[in-house]
């Protein structure tokens, strides 16, 4: 059974962190390489607007698989140089592929996200959490650090202060606290979580697909570009919007005063 399983529903796809039984585990051989595949399916899909992560069962993601770590297997096994190239090539495929998904993401963090699966739900652009969802970095917990790229992209959601207290402490908070310092931007009951989150992406869908991912793209590239070459990219591919139907139809339906129908065109 694959680590990740996609359903997709008109122009958005859930896709659902699958190996209930662990509490969504990662870091087993060829976890990387399935999430990697499911990532490039849903980009090179035009059809597809908008995604959403969830986890199957009670829980988001446990994070990485502590007993493959107690076993030393999967992408925690060998010598040093083989443990870091189980990281380049298993973990960090996993939270990239995520990251530089194409297509808005959302994060429904149904249960706990922790460690690991904690990173991978902060890959998305929006999170909303269940009041069971719970949260931590809990790296140090077990004498580690954040392998995933997690000290690089926590402060840049929460501010270096709470990160820090996070990472250090090897806090878990709950649903409302990860709310209140911004890690999620919403909390729903558990059984509305995924109404909520469909009820986002299908607004998300309903923009103009080309300029959609254009503007996930230079939001991406605002984190660590400058801002006179973000203003040179804005340009180049505003140049390029302008050119298309879509923008001429969300023109038009202003103008005439109705819903604009974009086709990606």
């Not at 190996?19 to 990532?39: F, H, T, V, Y």
């Not at 597809?48 to 925690?76: E, Y």
């Not at 739900?121 to 917990?141: N, P, Q, W, Y």
């Not at 931007?185 to 991912?213: C, F, H, Y």
């Amino acid at each position: 059974m694959s680590v990740i399983k996609l359903e997709k529903q008109g122009p958005i796809v859930i896709m659902t962190l699958n190996r209930p039984d662990a509490m969504n585990a990662l870091g087993q051989d060829g976890d990387g390489k399935a999430i990697a595949a499911a990532c490039a399916e849903i980009t090179a899909d035009p059809e597809i607007r908008c995604a959403i992560l969830t986890g199957a069962g009670r829980a988001f993601s446990a994070g990485g698989d502590v007993k493959a770590m107690q076993n030393k297997t999967g992408a925690f096994g060998g010598k040093p140089h083989d443990i870091r190239e189980g990281y380049r090539r298993n973990i960090h495929v996993i939270v990239r592929s995520l990251y530089n998904l194409e297509v808005p993401l959302i994060s429904a963090i149904n249960g706990p996200a922790i460690g690991l699966g904690c990173d991978v739900a902060c890959m998305a652009d929006i999170r909303i959490a269940s009041e069971k969802a719970k949260m931590g970095v809990t790296f140090l917990k077990l004498g580690l650090i954040p392998g995933d790229g997690g000290a690089w992209l926590l402060p840049r959601l929460i501010g270096s202060s709470r990160a820090a207290q996070l990472l250090f402490t090897g806090d878990v908070i709950d649903a409302q606290t990860a709310c209140d310092w911004g890690l999620v931007s919403q909390v729903v009951p558990p059984e509305q979580l995924m109404e909520e989150a469909m009820t986002l992406a299908k607004r998300i869908a309903g923009q103009p697909p080309q300029a959609l991912r254009l503007a996930k793209t230079l939001m991406r590239q605002g984190a660590t570009t400058s801002y006179d070459t973000i203003m040179e990219m804005s340009a180049a591919a505003q140049a390029l919007m302008h050119e298309t139907d879509d923008h001429m139809e969300g023109v038009n339906a202003i103008l005439e005063k109705r819903t604009p129908e974009f086709k990606g065109e």
